[in-house]
């Protein structure tokens, strides 16, 4: 990103039909960078944008630098001009339950035989074979993919606290993309490009996998895991307030029981080492534990951070907002939304010739863009 007044996806066109997470998030990404990402609503506008709950935050998170067009894709009139508006664009993307795009004729390999240099992006529950036909949900491949059972304690499989293959099966859907792109400068032609839930859950539990393969020990879950370190714990402090420390050498647990004002501790045989601390670690993280809880968070937090040792506050998504760092860092800022108010985003967790990609447009409002973007095609069909 060297030139200050281009991005990288400056020229590249995506058209968008999507909603919930997963194909969002690749839209949101392709546009982050540059893409105009034109997202096909239906009348009323996505019904993201009315979840509740756990899920009122989807739209506002995923959506922003997109151009929002409304479109009645099962009228024959707002087909034709989606048909049409595919054509003016280099990659379309969907996420919709199996069959649906075949039913409406939105289907790759319909649209490739008029457009053979479009890339298009399905983003779906599983990729080819016997579970294809079967819809998912990021729960569902968490339980099937090996992740919830790693997360929770023995018998207690437990979902991870975000979408999280939603998310990373969008960004997979990106990366095809540009992956795509590339190849068409050579090729001319275009191609269709899958992600799906249950193989991007299944990557993410790949490492416990290659563990089991070269051990013929089945991984236990996280929480009853034996560590490979003595000292990697979360510890309650005075106050209740609990902090993460984790001290991964013989070195670091020398200077941790020096900043915790015994120096005293590593002298003792039982604790000489690792190995021989791991063997011994409850004892260990109890003797720890009682001098801990005499300490405060505010005055331990820079002492750990001036030593070197790793150590986390837990922290809840909703202090993230004031976060210095995130702040300082420019990964936070502020972007209108579709009523006029104005929220903090967090940005791509990158940069680029030292710039982040940041927000350029408002939230779109439904169908905000529509007369702009349909009065450029030949039939000027306009909803």
Known sequence: MSNPARLPLDGVRVIEFTHMVMGPTCGMILADLGAEVIKIEPPGGDKTRKLPGLGIGFFRSFNRNKKSVVLDINTPEGKEAAIELIGTCDAMLENFRPGLM??????????????????????????????????????????????????????????????????????????????????????????????????????????????????????PPMPSRVSAWSVYDIFTLAGGEQLFIGAVSDKQFVTLCDVLNRPDLPDDPRFATNALRVAIRPELLDVLGEILKEHRIEELSPKLEAAGIPYAPIVRPDQLLDDPHLKASGGLVPMETDDGSITEVVLLPLTMGGRRPGVRRALARVGEHTHEVLARLKSRVVA
């Open 102 to 219: 075949t039913k409406l004729g939105l289907d790759y390999d319909t649209l490739s035989k008029r457009y053979p240099g479009l890339i298009y992006v399905s983003h779906k529950g599983f990729l080819p074979g016997p579970y294809e036909k079967r819809l998912a949900l990021d729960e569902v491949v968490q339980m099937m993919g090996g992740l919830s059972y790693m997360t929770g304690p023995v018998g207690r499989p437990l979902r991870a606290g975000t979408s999280v293959n939603d998310i990373m099966g969008g960004m997979f859907g990106a990366i095809g993309v540009l992956a795509a792109l590339r190849e068409r400068e050579h090729t001319g032609r275009g191609q269709e490009v899958q992600s799906a839930l249950f193989e991007n859950c299944v990557f993410l539990s790949g490492q416990h996998m290659q563990q089991y393969a070269m051990t013929r020990e089945a991984p």
